[in-house]
């Protein structure tokens, strides 16, 4: 996994996953039908030595994984996050997984989404951060027209969800109009 400093957030603490994040509550989200409906993860059913295989499957490369801690101790931990990066090309895919079902709603994702965004821009410097998503998937889409992503690109009736053929839908941002303030993310406190 590439090093990454804990990152910080109005309400969280972003920090690189680790084996103290390895426990059952995670292994529950991914089980979960709810919290991977519109997940590939879905198709699988996670224990602990998978959750494992997974975390050591960032070790040597220049991915990061982290867990997002809230800052409410009550919360704790309540989701993850991927940035898969591509050095050579400056681009990195962003995933997220809010695991806690009582945390959704509140802006959480877009907030935690802002803040890994800005650390790959700023620190990692990339120059091109993207996020894909199912069309059904009205959370994240809400994420990405409040990041102000543009489309970057559609497969059409790409993934079956409950029976549905449904779109995978891809949106970008680029370093150079988000440090330039153009494509500032607009505030919400709802994602």
Known sequence: MARSPVLETDRFLIEPFSEKHLTERYVAWLNDPEVIRLSEQRFHTHTMDSCRQYMLSFEGTPNYFWAVLSKDS????????????????????????????????????????????????????????????????????????????????????????????????????FRVRWLSGVEKPQESAKA
Not at 92 to 121: C, N, Q
């Open 74 to 173: 009550q919360e704790g931990h309540v989701g993850n996050v991927n940035a898969y990066v591509d050095a050579r090309n400056g681009v990195a895919d962003i995933g997220i997984l809010m695991g806690e079902r009582k945390v959704w709603g509140k802006g959480y994702g877009l907030e935690v989404f802002r803040g890994v965004t800005s650390f790959l821009f700023r620190d990692v410097r990339v120059r091109k951060v993207t996020a894909g998503t199912t069309s059904i998937n009205q959370g994240m889409l809400r994420i990405m027209e409040r990041m102000g992503m543009e489309p970057d690109g559609r497969r059409v009736r790409h993934v079956i969800v409950d029976g549905r053929e449904v779109d995978l839908v891809y949106g970008a941002l």
